[in-house]
């Protein structure tokens, strides 16, 4: 059964990019533009990794990652940033919101399925 992986993510660009790296890989996309979204998403379909953007409008990743953590079935689902802002205090932000990893955008389509790959392999580190 291939893994399955929720994008939450408002930029289309990123969304389209990733969609087409994890695919070629034969994993499971589901896609969320908004945090909103995404928090559904997560509750309904219990996905084994989420990527969460950090920056989003009305609510951002940090904010929405609290809030899955909060949710005893996605305690042990993996979250993990992505963002542009790779700045320490940021990095730090998305750890205590319950992150337990980042990975920087734009992605490098030649590490990011491994990148995935081991969050998913490893499962929450935090």
């Known amino acids: 059964m291939a893994p399955c992986v929720l994008y939450i993510e408002d930029n289309i ?3 389209v990019l990733v969609r087409r790296v994890l695919k070629a890989e034969g994993i499971e996309l589901l896609e969320a533009t908004s945090a909103r979204e995404g928090i559904r998403l997560a509750e309904e379909k219990l996905p084994d990794l989420i990527l969460m953007d950090i920056n989003m409008p009305e609510m951002d990743g940090l904010v929405a990652t609290a809030h899955l953590r909060s949710n005893p079935k996605l305690a042990k689902t993996p979250i993990v940033a992505l963002t542009a802002n790779i700045m320490r205090d940021v990095l730090n932000a998305a750890l205590d919101a319950g992150c337990d990893g980042c990975i920087a955008k734009p992605i490098r389509i ?8 081991s969050y998913l392999k490893n499962g929450r580190t935090t």
């Open 13 to 15: 660009d990123n969304l």
């Open 110 to 117: 030649d590490d990011f399925p491994e990148q995935v790959l």
